[in-house]
């Protein structure tokens, strides 16, 4: 009731005084009851922000909090339906795998009965049903979306084609934000269900690319392996200094041009630092030149920094008047960008351009031709657009390339074309450091007791006992030192595989036998197939590549019982059986996995809908009227009207005229 | 015969008096309900003694010595000045009021309802990026967000201008008061002719004219002798006798750019100082509060487009673009980008790297990174240095599998142009993996830009912008299923901006709502308290210069008495002229 005080500290009522304090106190009266009026009628406390500036920002800043809140309810409930559907298709997968399975062993079983007929045929329509249904629940939508997809979702991420079933999809996970905090994903990829893709990580040499002007600082991964973290420098010649604020540079360039800037920025010749940064000759580090003979160069941290340090140039002690600072090597990663001459490869001498490699991906053979490519976007370009169904891609260290096979049922093989392409990119699938035993898709070569017996084309032979071998060049050493032959071991110069090559120029073939009937499969294992076990004089024997790449997941463990049922083979149908098992409980397994992400976001919806209603409840607190306050007011209010109009009404209505007559 | 004589002149003056007693209560009388009228009191003396017998005296009756208005001329300077004060207050709240009316806020229908729609069709957008659907909500929802946010500023701008136009009509207004001022002057100056205090009505006349005029600005005055009073603006004469210098205003550009009225004296057009009234009200109101909230506004709007572009620029729709103009022109393509006033553009490049990247009919997608240099070796970039940039990097004879077929230019209204030279060629933008080394140079010449506009006059979604270039993804492999963008737009609702010191965009529209709102509060107070100043000032007036009925009964009787006395005695003597007469029979 503040408007209502009225000054009363007066000697001489007048007419005018009394009418106008009486209108006043009616008026402010009136405007009170009114506000009170439109609280209850309402039921808000406030109408306009400036009737309570604090509680309206509250409101405001409330009011967008709950929309946020309702929002992540969306996504939240979103998310669910995608796991849902997730769960759906995976309960499907199952039961069809668990039927591949059932189906396998039926086979088995009816064979064993059968007395050794092996008839497949029935089962290799169920087989191919099932294979079908698979890749429709690959294919699954949720509101059109695929879900197995990733970030790729648009197209149907599994495709029956050239035989296999190739992944189209990406691995990324969709995203949706939960909280303030949290962005919450909800999609599993095609390659943790399925296997998908080959998992093998194949370029595992750092390919070490050098450092250009235009590397990012954040491809660095600095002289201490920690990045580079952004701060300032002293640079010293001995004479003056000069603090170089690198907080804001982006690239290497930047670092080079700040300092060399800040170095020269005094007006007084006498007073600038007489030092030149450059990217040294080796292109892995940065170095500082001075450039007066007596230059003594000291680079300092600034408080407690990293800066120096991280780009490997902190020196606290110079090394002397003239002496270059030659910085440690800040190692950077890959990039798209990164210039293919910036690329040292794997034997350090850069990247073979020129020759390019071969890629075959089952029946699909093709050379990638590297000659024009100037960046390592366009060396992937050129891998991923040439039509393999294989994808290469930077690995996560950003150290080196993987390649990865999409097309399920299919192997994949890297090799040469003649030159070192594929080797000084670290991709090529048999290399002479593979492991023995990780070739064969990790089933190995078995070696043990083998004993290869090769004979030139003069007609002498010799027995290479190849059980110690452990490496592929191990192999091609006991081979190449056995003394009696006259033949080159080695990896195939085009394609890949083992390469024997016949150097007796006799008259006869080069050709190579098993020696113990015990291991009569080391000649296939080692590439050389029934009818590629000799060849002419001055010839090469070239074996297949011993370890290539296949998806390892349940659309190639059907294709392959399918192609077991084909050759009517038990052994192959007990093998894929087996690896169908372990597909069921894999499955079994992620279906665990979806539920108990499907189970934290049922948390995280009550625990949204809990903070929801907290803030509405806040809201209401500081927004919403108290009814029986009002009310109170009002009642208030009123009587003080009454009051004010009777008596105002009396005493306006009364004068000494009334009394005279 | 001189006794009788002088007994008749002492009833005479008894009847005069008490007639003239009558005419100034009933005068007051009529007057109660006049607001400016001033009571009017007679001031009555026994007048000069006479001899009867020697040595022994009589009064001869009575004189009227002064009708008086009863008025405290420091209370009506004080008056004049709390009522200056209480105007510009009342318009000051006025103003501010109708601004949070055009605001809206705490009602469904208010600028921060379209922007938590806004972001939540974001966030949403994130979890289905390649939903067209959803694209196309987010295009409505940043329509209604910039539609409301205009309509605002146009309403807030509306205000400003009837501000304006009330400052006009006040200036002539307060001007033709001061004519007549100075016209009142030189009449009560004539006819009081010496008498100083004569001409009551022209006082009270000219008392409500000078209360009226220090309403409109803030006067203060000197009474001079011979009756006039002298008007002073701060330390400037405004009136001198019977001359106003006169006011006017001439036109002025505010912080927006808005041609304003400034008040200045129609002699020598210097400005007035105004310090209270409902001038300076007006003017306070419409340049620091008015002004100053479009002024928060445009600053809003602008951090809003420079944040959202900044992260929209760098990324990519479902379609590349095959050619592509930046909105924004710059004054400049040889100024550095990071220099405002060499382009002319409200904001300024920073250093960083973006991402062009060109695909070819088969889908190969080639990227081509571009460094905008700012602060590092002293020489930043330019539009046109930009333009070199690109083509360097994108050289369509240069090596490489893909044909790098797009060249930029700068066009004929100085912005940025791109396009594919080829058929079948495309390219979209993105940026660098990590966020920190992302350069804002796309968002400052407005390209792949969400919205358009420098201010909030302008403010709305780029034209042409369809669901297939709304960015929900920073991809360079076409991958419509990222919403990373989507997602980081979507979060701007929650987190600190550059723009807005670490504010974030919600949270500093709020705390502008909550100034306006507390600036607001305080003019509404401010208004009460000098409305109260004011009223127990005009409260003490009415005590001293207000008309009492009561009072003004009580003198009517008394003067109705006294003239029945005074009558009473004439006939008295009249009897006793009578007998003295019958004497003479």
Same mark, same amino acid.
């Given at each position: 009731?503040?408007?209502?005080?009225?000054? !009363?500290?007066?000697?001489?009522?007048?007419?005018?005084?009394?009418?106008?304090?009486?209108?006043?106190?009616?008026?402010?009266?009136?405007?009170?009851?009114?506000?009170?009026?439109?609280?209850?009628?309402?039921?808000?406390?406030?109408?306009?922000?400036?009737?309570?500036?604090?509680?309206?920002?509250?409101?405001?800043?409330?009011?967008?909090?709950?929309?946020?809140?309702?929002?992540?309810?969306?996504?939240?409930?979103?998310?669910?339906?995608?796991?849902?559907?997730?769960?759906?298709?995976?309960? /499907?997968?199952?039961?069809?795998?668990?039927?591949?399975?059932?189906?396998?062993?039926?086979?088995?079983?009816?064979?064993?009965?059968?007395?050794?007929?092996?008839?497949?045929?029935?089962?290799?329509?169920?087989?191919?049903?099932?294979?079908?249904?698979?890749? &429709?629940?690959?294919?699954?939508?949720?509101?059109?979306?695929?879900?197995?997809?990733? /970030?790729?979702?648009?197209?149907?991420?599994?495709?029956?084609?050239?035989?296999?079933?190739?992944?189209?999809?990406?691995?990324?996970?969709?995203?949706?934000?939960? &909280?303030?905090?949290?962005?919450?994903?909800?999609?599993?990829?095609?390659?943790?269900?399925?296997?998908?893709?080959?998992?093998?990580?194949?370029?595992?040499?750092?390919?070490?690319?050098?450092?250009?002007?235009?590397?990012?600082?954040?491809?660095?991964?600095?002289?201490?392996?920690?990045?580079?973290?952004?701060?300032?420098?002293?640079?010293?010649?001995?004479?003056?200094?000069?603090?170089?604020?690198?907080?804001?540079?982006?690239?290497?360039?930047?670092?080079?041009?700040?300092?060399?800037?800040?170095?020269?920025?005094?007006?007084?010749?006498?007073?600038?630092?007489?030092?030149?940064?450059?990217?040294?000759?080796?292109?892995?580090?940065?170095?500082?030149?001075?450039?007066?003979?007596?230059?003594?160069?000291?680079?300092?941290?600034?408080?407690?920094?990293? !800066?120096?340090?991280?780009?490997?140039?902190?020196?606290?002690?110079?090394?002397? =008047?003239?002496?270059?600072?030659?910085?440690?090597?800040?190692?950077?990663?890959?990039?798209?960008?990164?210039?293919?001459? =910036?690329?040292?490869?794997?034997?350090?001498?850069?990247?073979?351009?020129?020759?390019?490699?071969?890629?075959?991906?089952?029946?699909?053979?093709?050379?990638?031709?590297?000659?024009?490519?100037?960046?390592?976007?366009?060396?992937?370009?050129?891998?991923?657009?040439?039509?393999?169904?294989?994808?290469?891609?930077?690995?996560?260290?950003? !150290?080196?390339?993987?390649?990865?096979?999409?097309?399920?049922?299919?192997?994949?093989?890297?090799?040469?074309?003649?030159?070192?392409?594929?080797?000084?990119?670290?991709?090529?699938?048999?290399?002479?450091?593979?492991?023995?035993?990780?070739?064969?898709?990790?089933?190995?070569?078995?070696?043990?007791?083998?004993?290869?017996?090769?004979?030139?084309?003069?007609?002498?032979?010799?027995?290479?006992?190849?059980?110690?071998?452990?490496?592929?060049?191990?192999?091609?050493?006991?081979?190449?030192?056995?003394?009696?032959?006259?033949?080159?071991?080695?990896?195939?110069?085009?394609?890949?595989?083992?390469?024997?090559?016949?150097?007796?120029?006799?008259?006869?073939?080069?050709?190579?036998?098993?020696?113990?009937?015990?291991?009569?499969?080391?000649?296939?294992?080692?590439?050389?197939?029934?009818?590629?076990?000799?060849?002419?004089?001055?010839?090469?024997?070239?074996?297949?590549?011993?370890?290539?790449?296949?998806?390892?997941?349940?659309? &190639?463990?059907?294709?392959?019982?399918?192609?077991?049922?084909?050759?009517?083979?038990?052994?192959?149908?007990?093998? =894929?059986?087996?690896?169908?098992?372990?597909?069921?409980?894999?499955?079994?397994?992620?279906?665990?996995?979806?539920?108990?992400?499907?189970?934290?976001? !049922?948390?995280?919806?009550?625990?949204?809908?809990?903070?929801?209603?907290?803030?509405?409840?806040?809201?209401?607190?500081?927004?919403?009227?108290?009814?029986?306050?009002?009310?109170?007011?009002?009642?208030?209010?009123?009587? =003080?009207?009454?009051?004010?109009?009777?008596?105002?009404?009396?005493?306006?209505?009364?004068?000494?005229?009334?009394?005279?007559? | 015969?001189?006794?009788?004589?002088?007994?008749?002149?002492?009833?005479?003056?008894?009847?005069?008096?008490?007639?003239?007693?009558?005419?100034?209560?009933?005068?007051?009388? $009529?007057?109660?309900?006049?607001?400016?009228?001033?009571?009017?009191?007679?001031?009555?003396?026994?007048?000069?003694?006479?001899? @009867?017998?020697?040595?022994?005296?009589?009064?001869?009756?009575?004189?009227?010595?002064?009708?008086?208005?009863?008025?405290?001329?420091?209370?009506?300077?004080?008056?004049?000045?709390?009522?200056?004060?209480?105007?510009?207050?009342?318009?000051?709240?006025?103003?501010?009021?109708?601004?949070?009316?055009?605001?809206?806020?705490?009602?469904?229908?208010?600028?921060?309802?379209?922007?938590?729609?806004?972001?939540?069709?974001?966030?949403?957008?994130?979890?289905?990026?390649?939903?067209? $659907?959803?694209?196309?909500?987010? %295009?409505?929802?940043?329509?209604?967000?910039?539609?409301?946010?205009?309509?605002?500023?146009?309403?807030?701008?509306?205000?400003?201008?009837?501000?304006?136009?009330?400052?006009?009509?006040?200036?002539?207004?307060?001007?033709?008061?001061?004519?007549?001022?100075?016209?009142?002057?030189?009449?009560?100056?004539?006819?009081?002719?010496?008498?100083?205090?004569?001409?009551?009505?022209?006082?009270?006349?000219?008392?409500?004219?000078?209360?009226?005029?220090?309403?409109?600005?803030?006067?203060?005055?000197?009474?001079?002798?011979?009756?006039?009073?002298?008007?002073?603006?701060?330390?400037?004469?405004?009136?001198?006798?019977?001359?106003?210098?006169?006011?006017?205003?001439?036109?002025? #550009?505010?912080?927006?750019?808005?041609?304003?009225?400034?008040?200045?004296?129609?002699?020598?057009?210097?400005?007035?100082?105004?310090?209270?009234?409902?001038?300076?009200?007006?003017?306070?109101?419409?340049?620091?509060?008015?002004?100053?909230?479009?002024?928060?506004?445009?600053?809003?709007?602008?951090?809003?487009?420079?944040?959202?572009?900044?992260?929209?620029?760098?990324?990519?729709?479902?379609?590349?673009?095959?050619?592509?103009?930046?909105?924004?022109?710059?004054?400049?393509?040889?100024?550095?980008?990071?220099?405002?006033?060499?382009?002319?553009?409200?904001?300024? $490049?920073?250093?960083?790297?973006?991402?062009?990247?060109?695909?070819?009919?088969?889908?190969?997608?080639?990227?081509?990174?571009?460094?905008?240099?700012?602060?590092?070796?002293?020489?930043?970039?330019?539009?046109?240095?930009?333009?070199?940039?690109?083509?360097?990097?994108?050289?369509?004879?240069?090596?490489?599998?893909?044909?790098?077929?797009?060249? $930029?230019?700068?066009?004929?209204?100085?912005?940025?142009?791109?396009?594919?030279?080829?058929?079948?060629?495309?390219?979209?933008?993105?940026?660098?993996?990590?966020?920190?080394?992302?350069?804002?140079?796309?968002?400052?010449?407005?390209?792949?830009?969400?919205?358009?506009?420098?201010?909030?006059?302008?403010?709305?979604?780029?034209?042409?912008?369809?669901?297939?270039?709304? @960015?929900?993804?920073?991809?360079?492999?076409?991958?419509?299923?990222?919403?990373?963008?989507?997602?980081?737009?979507?979060?701007?609702?929650?987190?600190? @901006?550059?723009?807005?010191?670490?504010?974030? %965009?919600?949270?500093?529209?709020?705390?502008?709502?909550? #100034?306006?709102?507390?600036?607001?509060?305080?003019?509404?107070?401010?208004?009460?308290?000098?409305?109260?100043?004011?009223?127990?000032?005009?409260?003490?007036?009415?005590?001293?210069?207000?008309?009492?009925?009561?009072?003004?009964?009580?003198?009517?009787?008394?003067?109705?008495?006294?003239?029945?006395?005074?009558?009473?005695?004439?006939?008295?003597?009249?009897?006793?002229?009578?007998?003295?007469?019958?004497?003479?029979?």
């Amino acid at each position: 009731m503040t408007s209502a005080v009225k000054p !009363t500290n007066v000697a001489r009522v007048s007419m005018l005084l009394r009418s106008n304090l009486l209108m006043d106190s009616v008026r402010s009266n009136s405007v009170d009851l009114l506000k009170v009026q439109n609280q209850l009628s309402t039921g808000l406390k406030i109408a306009r922000p400036s009737e309570d500036p604090g509680a309206a920002t509250s409101i405001m800043n409330l009011d967008s909090l709950i929309e946020r809140y309702k929002q992540y309810q969306t996504n939240i409930g979103q998310a669910k339906d995608y796991m849902d559907q997730t769960d759906s298709a995976l309960s /499907q997968s199952i039961k069809l795998v668990g039927n591949a399975h059932t189906q396998a062993l039926d086979a088995l079983s009816v064979a064993s009965r059968s007395g050794g007929i092996v008839d497949f045929d029935s089962y290799i329509p169920i087989i191919d049903g099932i294979i079908q249904s698979m890749v &429709s629940q690959g294919n699954s939508v949720c509101r059109g979306s695929y879900i197995f997809g990733g /970030q790729n979702n648009t197209v149907p991420p599994f495709e029956q084609t050239n035989g296999g079933v190739l992944f189209r999809g990406n691995l990324s996970e969709l995203e949706a934000r939960v &909280s303030a905090e949290t962005q919450q994903g909800f999609t599993v990829n095609g390659q943790e269900v399925f296997g998908a893709l080959s998992s093998q990580v194949m370029g595992i040499e750092d390919l070490n690319p050098d450092i250009t002007a235009a590397t990012p600082l954040s491809d660095l991964n600095g002289a201490l392996q920690e990045g580079i973290r952004k701060g300032s420098i002293i640079v010293s010649d001995g004479t003056n200094s000069v603090t170089v604020d690198l907080s804001l540079c982006v690239t290497v360039g930047d670092v080079i041009n700040k300092i060399n800037t800040a170095a020269s920025a005094a007006t007084l010749p006498a007073d600038r630092v007489k030092v030149t940064a450059a990217i040294s000759a080796d292109g892995t580090s940065l170095s500082l030149t001075p450039t007066v003979p007596a230059g003594n160069i000291t680079v300092n941290e600034v408080g407690t920094g990293y !800066t120096a340090r991280d780009l490997g140039i902190h020196l606290t002690v110079g090394g002397g =008047a003239g002496v270059l600072l030659a910085g440690q090597d800040v190692d950077a990663r890959l990039s798209l960008t990164t210039p293919v001459t =910036a690329l040292h490869g794997v034997g350090g001498a850069g990247i073979d351009t020129i020759n390019g490699l071969i890629i075959t991906n089952g029946q699909t053979s093709k050379t990638i031709d590297l000659s024009t490519a100037t960046t390592l976007d366009d060396i992937l370009n050129a891998i991923n657009h040439a039509g393999l169904s294989v994808r290469a891609e930077i690995n996560n260290a950003g !150290t080196g390339i993987n390649v990865l096979n999409q097309l399920s049922g299919s192997e994949m093989t890297i090799g040469e074309n003649g030159g070192t392409s594929a080797t000084d990119l670290g991709i090529r699938s048999l290399t002479l450091s593979t492991l023995l035993a990780d070739t064969h898709a990790g089933a190995g070569l078995h070696n043990a007791n083998a004993i290869i017996r090769i004979t030139d084309s003069s007609g002498a032979s010799a027995n290479v006992d190849i059980s110690t071998a452990t490496t592929m060049k191990e192999l091609i050493d006991l081979i190449n030192n056995t003394v009696g032959i006259n033949v080159t071991a080695g990896l195939a110069a085009v394609g890949n595989g083992l390469a024997i090559k016949d150097d007796a120029a006799g008259a006869g073939t080069l050709s190579i036998n098993m020696v113990q009937e015990d291991n009569y499969h080391i000649l296939d294992q080692l590439g050389f197939a029934v009818g590629n076990r000799s060849v002419a004089t001055g010839g090469t024997l070239k074996g297949n590549d011993i370890n290539p790449i296949m998806p390892d997941g349940v659309f &190639s463990h059907l294709i392959a019982l399918r192609d077991a049922l084909t050759h009517n083979s038990t052994t192959e149908v007990s093998a =894929a059986g087996a690896l169908l098992e372990a597909d069921h409980t894999n499955l079994i397994k992620m279906q665990g996995i979806i539920g108990s992400k499907t189970q934290s976001l !049922t948390t995280r919806k009550e625990h949204t809908e809990e903070n929801l209603l907290a803030a509405n409840t806040l809201r209401s607190d500081i927004r919403d009227v108290d009814f029986t306050e009002a009310i109170t007011r009002y009642q208030n209010l009123y009587t =003080a009207l009454q009051g004010n109009l009777k008596t105002g009404s009396q005493m306006v209505n009364i004068s000494l005229l009334d009394f005279l007559s | 015969m001189g006794l009788i004589n002088g007994a008749l002149q002492i009833g005479k003056s008894g009847l005069t008096a008490a007639q003239s007693g009558l005419m100034v209560t009933g005068n007051n009388m $009529a007057n109660a309900a006049t607001p400016t009228y001033s009571r009017q009191q007679m001031y009555l003396a026994p007048t000069q003694y006479t001899e @009867v017998v020697p040595g022994k005296y009589t009064g001869t009756g009575v004189k009227i010595l002064d009708i008086r208005r009863q008025v405290d001329d420091a209370l009506n300077g004080r008056i004049r000045s709390a009522s200056g004060d209480s105007a510009s207050n009342l318009v000051q709240q006025q103003a501010l009021s109708r601004v949070e009316a055009v605001f809206n806020e705490l009602t469904e229908q208010d600028i921060s309802s379209r922007l938590n729609d806004f972001f939540g069709a974001w966030t949403a957008l994130q979890g289905k990026p390649n939903d067209s $659907a959803q694209r196309n909500i987010v %295009i409505q929802q940043g329509q209604n967000l910039t539609n409301f946010v205009q309509e605002t500023r146009t309403g807030i701008k509306n205000i400003q201008d009837d501000l304006d136009s009330q400052v006009r009509f006040q200036v002539d207004q307060a001007n033709a008061l001061a004519s007549q001022i100075a016209d009142l002057n030189r009449q009560i100056v004539t006819s009081e002719a010496g008498r100083s205090g004569s001409s009551s009505a022209l006082r009270d006349q000219r008392d409500d004219l000078l209360k009226q005029l220090n309403e409109s600005i803030n006067i203060t005055t000197r009474e001079v002798e011979g009756g006039s009073v002298t008007v002073y603006v701060g330390s400037s004469p405004l009136i001198q006798y019977s001359e106003s210098r006169g006011m006017t205003y001439v036109e002025k #550009e505010d912080i927006n750019g808005a041609k304003l009225a400034q008040v200045v004296f129609a002699d020598n057009n210097l400005p007035m100082e105004l310090t209270s009234g409902k001038l300076h009200g007006l003017i306070t109101a419409r340049d620091t509060q008015v002004g100053g909230i479009i002024g928060d506004i445009d600053t809003w709007a602008r951090g809003v487009i420079s944040e959202i572009n900044s992260i929209h620029s760098l990324g990519r729709g479902t379609n590349g673009y095959t050619e592509v103009t930046g909105l924004n022109s710059v004054d400049d393509p040889d100024a550095a980008l990071s220099d405002m006033d060499g382009t002319g553009l409200p904001w300024a $490049a920073t250093n960083g790297d973006f991402y062009i990247n060109v695909k070819d009919q088969t889908g190969n997608v080639s990227s081509k990174k571009i460094h905008v240099d700012v602060g590092m070796d002293g020489s930043d970039m330019t539009l046109n240095s930009l333009v070199t940039a690109i083509n360097a990097a994108t050289d369509p004879d240069g090596p490489g599998p893909l044909t790098r077929n797009i060249q $930029a230019s700068v066009d004929g209204a100085n912005r940025l142009h791109i396009e594919a030279l080829t058929n079948g060629y495309t390219f979209t933008f993105s940026g660098p993996e990590n966020q920190a080394d992302a350069t804002n140079v796309l968002a400052v010449l407005g390209v792949n830009s969400f919205f358009a506009g420098q201010s909030a006059a302008d403010f709305s979604v780029r034209t042409g912008l369809t669901s297939d270039y709304v @960015v929900a993804g920073n991809s360079v492999e076409a991958l419509d299923g990222k919403g990373d963008i989507a997602g980081r737009i979507g979060s701007l609702a929650s987190t600190g @901006v550059a723009s807005f010191n670490g504010q974030s %965009i919600s949270d500093n529209y709020v705390s502008r709502m909550g #100034e306006i709102a507390t600036a607001s509060k305080a003019a509404q107070d401010n208004y009460t308290a000098a409305d109260v100043v004011l009223q127990t000032l005009e409260a003490e007036r009415q005590s001293i210069s207000g008309v009492s009925m009561d009072e003004e009964a009580i003198h009517m009787v008394t003067y109705q008495r006294a003239f029945q006395g005074s009558a009473r005695f004439i006939s008295v003597v009249n009897q006793m002229l009578d007998e003295i007469m019958a004497l003479v029979r």
